[in-house]
C-alpha cells in the first residue's frame, strides 16, 4: 500500500564548488533534501510532495520545473508576487562546509501564511516532515500557525517527523530558538536530531541525555544521529538500538549527510521496515552522499 510524504519548508537556489574557481548551480535545502531522497528511495506507490512558498521570477520556475522532473509533487507549492528563493553558497574544505545565505526576503517565510491551504495539504498527507529551520525562517505567528497544524495531525494519528536542525544564525535569541525547537518537537510523532547539535545547544553529555529529553517532552520514538558513531533508536518502550554508521570510502562533500539518513530511513519505516533496518539502510545512504559534491547526488548511485 502507498501514500503521501508531505515535507514541509524552505528549498533555496544552491551554489557550490565546481573547481577551478567555478560555482554549479542547482537547489536544495534541508526539507527539500530529504523528499528528493525519500522520493528516490520510496516505491512508486509512495507520493511524495514538497510545500514551500516561492516567487514569480524564472528561477522559482525552474526550481519548480526540476522538483517535477524529480517526482516531487508542487500543487500544494503557493507562488507570492515580487518574491525570490533565497540562496546559499558552499565553501569547502577538507570535505567540511561553510554556508553563506541571502535569504531576507526569500518567499518561503510566507508559507505558513495561509492557514487553509496550509491544513489541506497537511490533511491529504498521511505522513508530515518539517525542520527547525522550517521554524527558524518563519515570523512568530507563523511558527504558531505551523505548530498548531502539525499537532492536529499528530493528534489525528498522522506520522509527524522532525528534525530539530539547529541553526542560531536564523533565530532573534538563543532562549527562543530552544523553545521553539521543544516546541516544535512536542508536535512530532518522531524526533531526528543531530547529537553534536544537542550537545552544542541543549548541553547533552551524552546521545541517552538526549533521548530522555526528547522522551520528556512526549515524543515517542527518536533517532539520534551521531556522524561516524552511528544512530541510537528508541521506539516507545523498547530498549535502545544502536546502529553503526557506514564508513565513507572518500568524503567529498558532508552537505546533505543528515537529510540524506532522513529521507532513507523515512522510506523504509514507512513501508513497515523495522527501526533498525531502516536506519541501517539511512547510513548506507548517508555514506554514498557524501562521497559527491553538492546536497543532492543522482538517485542511480543511491544503493537498493
Given at each position: 500500500?502507498?501514500?503521501?510524504?508531505?515535507?514541509?519548508?524552505?528549498?533555496?537556489?544552491?551554489?557550490?564548488?565546481?573547481?577551478?574557481?567555478?560555482?554549479?548551480?542547482?537547489?536544495?535545502?534541508?526539507?527539500?533534501?530529504?523528499?528528493?531522497?525519500?522520493?528516490?528511495?520510496?516505491?512508486?506507490?509512495?507520493?511524495?510532495?514538497?510545500?514551500?512558498?516561492?516567487?514569480?521570477?524564472?528561477?522559482?520556475?525552474?526550481?519548480?520545473?526540476?522538483?517535477?522532473?524529480?517526482?516531487?509533487?508542487?500543487?500544494?507549492?503557493?507562488?507570492?508576487?515580487?518574491?525570490?528563493?533565497?540562496?546559499?553558497?558552499?565553501?569547502?574544505?577538507?570535505?567540511?562546509?561553510?554556508?553563506?545565505?541571502?535569504?531576507?526576503?526569500?518567499?518561503?517565510?510566507?508559507?505558513?501564511?495561509?492557514?487553509?491551504?496550509?491544513?489541506?495539504?497537511?490533511?491529504?498527507?498521511?505522513?508530515?516532515?518539517?525542520?527547525?529551520i522550517t521554524l527558524g525562517i518563519l515570523a512568530p505567528e507563523a511558527v504558531d500557525t505551523l505548530l498548531a497544524e502539525l499537532r492536529r495531525a499528530k493528534a489525528s494519528g498522522k506520522t509527524v517527523a522532525f528534525d530539530p536542525n539547529i541553526r542560531p544564525r536564523l533565530w532573534p535569541n538563543k532562549d527562543y530558538m530552544l523553545k521553539t525547537i521543544e516546541d516544535g518537537a512536542r508536535a512530532a510523532t518522531l524526533v531526528l536530531p543531530s547529537f553534536d547539535d544537542e550537545t552544542t545547544h541543549f548541553g547533552d553529555k551524552t546521545v541517552a541525555d538526549t533521548v530522555a529529553r526528547y522522551k520528556a517532552l512526549g515524543v515517542e520514538n527518536v533517532v539520534v544521529k551521531n556522524g561516524a558513531e552511528g544512530a541510537t533508536i528508541s521506539f516507545g518502550t523498547s530498549e535502545q538500538i544502536y546502529v553503526p554508521a557506514v564508513t565513507a570510502t572518500n568524503v567529498v562533500d558532508t552537505t546533505s549527510a543528515g537529510d540524506s539518513f532522513n529521507g532513507a530511513f523515512l522510506s523504509r519505516l514507512v513501508c513497515g521496515v523495522a527501526p533498525a533496518e531502516a536506519a541501517a539502510y539511512g547510513a548506507s545512504v548517508a555514506s554514498v552522499v557524501i562521497g559527491h559534491h553538492g546536497a543532492l547526488i543522482s538517485p542511480g548511485l543511491l544503493p537498493g
Open positions: 500500500m502507498g501514500g503521501k510524504l508531505l515535507s514541509i519548508g524552505e528549498c533555496m537556489v544552491e551554489l557550490s564548488q565546481a573547481g577551478e574557481g567555478l560555482l554549479r548551480k542547482g537547489f536544495a535545502g534541508d526539507t527539500f533534501n530529504t523528499a528528493w531522497y525519500a522520493r528516490a528511495c520510496l516505491p512508486a506507490e509512495w507520493l511524495v510532495d514538497y510545500y514551500t512558498a516561492v516567487g514569480d521570477d524564472p528561477l522559482s520556475t525552474e526550481m519548480l520545473t526540476m522538483m517535477k522532473a524529480a517526482g516531487i509533487g508542487t500543487t500544494a507549492i503557493r507562488r507570492i508576487e515580487g518574491k525570490t528563493p533565497g540562496l546559499y553558497l558552499i565553501t569547502l574544505k577538507n570535505g567540511e562546509r561553510t554556508f553563506s545565505y541571502w535569504r531576507d526576503t526569500a518567499a518561503a517565510k510566507k508559507l505558513a501564511d495561509d492557514p487553509d491551504h496550509l491544513r489541506a495539504a497537511i490533511e491529504g498527507s498521511d505522513v508530515v516532515y518539517f525542520s527547525g
